[in-house]
């Protein structure tokens, strides 16, 4: 395999060499369906507020049946976590609505329907004590009069919270218990107070994206239409659903919301009172599943963006497996059917319009079978140019694009911003998988030969039972062609917090070559800086999007060089927790600090390494920038992270790595150290 060194896509002292971010580890096996009913009028609501272990039973019947018990329990481990960090607390903060589930039993031990809804406010109206204690999180919201959810909002209640932006498709899951509410009455402003019992972080995968544009005015005195099944018009508008968001219930670990979406007609409703849809491939976990196993309860709420309206459903579910030999539903061996038992529909309950974004439609969405698509998805077929190794079971692939009109999603590759995943579809022994990994070359508008470098690259470190990372390293040969489907996502972890890309698609001409870069955009790119002073933390697969950063950075810095221009670049510490001395990246970083786009680099190698292994790695690094890295063999510590940062603590950090890790960091720096939570940008691997 050739030396990725000798590899340029122009002369920088930058290789082609991003790490794997958002692996998908998971490829589903069809067996025996275990199925087993839990009797939920036997058995009441039991808090737990700390668990032993971090799956129950119905997740771990779900899991082995699909085949990714031994991955979840991995990434379980890391993802599931009792409290909320620093910065959860500042995403819910920012968010101006919120999806919850709740149920509960009243004074007579009658059992409530599961309900699941939405509520909205200005930012804000979503808090916690403080960023130091994220125990108790606060909702301040007016709920609609007719909204199903307000029977089930007792003290004790189990509350399941999904923090969701359809904007970024970033999403939080927080499992909680109800510990107060106040103003239930009529016109009145409620406020929940709840306790965090477990949070999660999710994936993107299968949301579309959507933005707020206005409020809508407030209709009074209006009555929901409730029944005990649907009407013609309401399964119309199920099937045209593209999101909807789910409710399910364990009678000791609460109650649970999430999202599901897909292209418009992923659910099916044959009759008015059943609904089903495939279940499609995700973390692996199987949190709703696992709940859907053990109580059959399931609620579901469907948005109709475009008048406002909510369509409230709740009843009975359970998980019907494909035989081997049956043919996929949706690309799914899985779905979901649901025997509806209470219906509610409440008019004009989304305070706000909302339009969907330029490229709103999810690229993980499968076809749907039977159906004939409207809006055919957005393809590209690009070429693999290079691949080689760049250290132990990680290697680098640069992909060409073609030639051609530079629109859509082609000006969105070429011009992605820093720390963007791609997706791409794969077919592996036959099947289709879809996979998506960092984008960690420089964008290639900023080429100082753009018309020659329409070229991207990732790095993927070969996962044990990762399908697509085992497939790319053995059996993908230059030459051969990738569909890509989307560009997108890790905008948070980009230190370039607002890229121009207005001024950006000015660098593609109107005869589909690319242009160089003018000497105003280097400056309003530069402008875009977060702070003056930025510290990079990562750990693992969470080297690349600071790569993708750094990478820009210098890719400027040659830019401005070229037009004469004087710069000032920002102070930047990169540090880095790896396993092994083995580590890619190691004389890119020196040449880095050599034309000082890098202040320091400090490692951590966490696993023992000799003497010499220490003495090699830093005789990667050029002899005059060796007095500016700095290599520990021991984990990062509070002492550690206190050496990252300023005095003053105005200081821009970016965080990126597993879920472990960040927890860590981020308790360190905010509630240890004192960082502000504002100036604590992060990104985890949640598929």
Request: aromatic share 8%; charged share 15%; glycine share 6%.
């Amino acid at each position: 395999m050739p030396d990725c060194t000798n590899y340029d896509i122009q002369r920088l002292p930058t290789l082609l060499v991003p790490i794997l971010l958002w692996q998908l580890l998971f490829a589903s096996q069809v067996s025996s369906w275990w199925h087993s009913t839990y009797n939920m009028s036997e058995t009441p609501m039991q808090p737990v507020e700390i668990y032993d272990q971090p799956f129950h039973e119905g997740e771990i019947a779900i899991q082995e049946q699909a085949g990714t018990a031994h991955s979840a329990a991995s990434l379980g481990r890391g993802m599931i976590s009792s409290h909320l960090g620093p910065g959860e607390v500042t995403y819910l903060q920012g968010l101006q609505m919120i999806v919850i589930s709740s149920w509960s039993r009243d004074t007579e031990s009658e059992q409530h329907p599961l309900w699941t809804s939405m509520l909205f406010g200005d930012a804000g109206f979503i808090r916690t004590l403080s960023t130091a204690d994220a125990s108790l999180v606060t909702i301040t919201a007016s709920i609609h009069s007719a909204d199903p959810l307000r029977q089930s909002l007792v003290p004790n209640a189990a509350v399941g919270l999904l923090a969701i932006d359809l904007m970024t498709r970033h999403r939080l899951r927080i499992n909680t218990k109800l510990v107060d509410v106040t103003g239930l009455g009529p016109d009145q402003v409620m406020t929940l107070q709840l306790r965090v019992l477990e949070s999660l972080g999710n994936c993107p995968k299968h949301i579309q994206r959507r933005q707020i544009v206005s409020k809508r005015s407030d209709p009074k005195h209006v009555r929901a239409a409730v029944s005990a099944e649907l009407t013609p018009r309401q399964m119309t508008l199920l099937q045209s659903m593209d999101t909807i968001f789910v409710g399910t219930f364990h009678p000791t670990r609460g109650a649970d919301a999430s999202h599901r979406g897909g292209f418009a007609g992923f659910l099916r409703s044959p009759s008015p009172t059943t609904v089903w849809w495939a279940d499609y491939d995700g973390n692996g976990m199987f949190n709703t599943l696992g709940n859907i196993q053990v109580t059959q309860q399931l609620s579901l709420v469907a948005p109709d963006w475009s008048l406002g309206h909510t369509l409230h459903v709740s009843g009975l579910a359970e998980v019907e497996w494909l035989a081997s030999d049956q043919p996929r539903v949706d690309r799914a061996n899985r779905l979901v059917r649901m025997t509806i038992t209470h219906v509610v529909e409440v008019p004009f309950m989304i305070p706000f319009t909302y339009e969907v974004a330029e490229d709103w439609q999810s690229p993980f969405n499968p076809p749907l079978s039977g159906v004939v698509s409207t809006a055919p998805k957005e393809e590209l077929t690009v070429t693999l140019l290079k691949k080689c190794s760049v250290a132990k079971d990680v290697a680098t692939f640069a992909f060409q694009v073609p030639d051609g009109p530079i629109a859509g999603l082609t000006r969105r590759l070429l011009c992605h911003i820093p720390g963007e995943y791609v997706t791409f579809d794969l077919h592996i022994d036959g099947q289709p998988v879809t996979r998506t990994w960092t984008i960690s070359s420089f964008p290639a508008c900023l080429s100082s030969a753009p018309k020659t470098n329409k070229v991207f690259s990732i790095t993927v470190k070969r996962e044990v039972h990762g399908l697509a990372s085992t497939w790319l390293h053995d059996t993908l040969q230059e030459r051969q062609t990738l569909t890509v489907t989307g560009v997108g996502g890790g905008h948070t972890i980009s230190t370039f917090m607002a890229w121009p890309t207005t001024s950006l698609a000015q660098v593609f001409a109107p005869d589909s070559s690319i242009l160089t870069v003018q000497p105003d955009d280097i400056v309003d790119m530069l402008r875009n800086q977060a702070y003056p002073v930025m510290t990079l933390v990562s750990a693992g697969i969470g080297l690349t999007p600071m790569m993708a950063s750094l990478r820009s950075l210098r890719q400027l810095q040659v830019l401005a060089s070229k037009h004469a221009l004087e710069i000032q670049l920002p102070e930047v510490t990169f540090a880095h927790s790896t396993r092994t001395t083995d580590m890619p990246f190691a004389n890119e970083l020196g040449e880095l600090l050599e034309v000082s786009v890098l202040s320091r680099v400090v490692l951590h190698i966490t696993q023992p390494a000799t003497e010499k292994a220490v003495y090699d790695l830093r005789g990667r690094f050029a002899e005059q920038s060796r007095s500016s890295v700095t290599i520990n063999t021991i984990r990062f510590d509070t002492t550690a992270y206190r050496t990252l940062l300023p005095e003053s603590m105005v200081v821009s950090v970016f965080l990126c790595g597993p879920a472990t890790f960040m927890s860590h960091a981020q308790d360190a720096m905010v509630k240890t150290l004192g960082l502000s939570a504002g100036f604590l940008h992060e990104e985890a691997f949640f598929f």
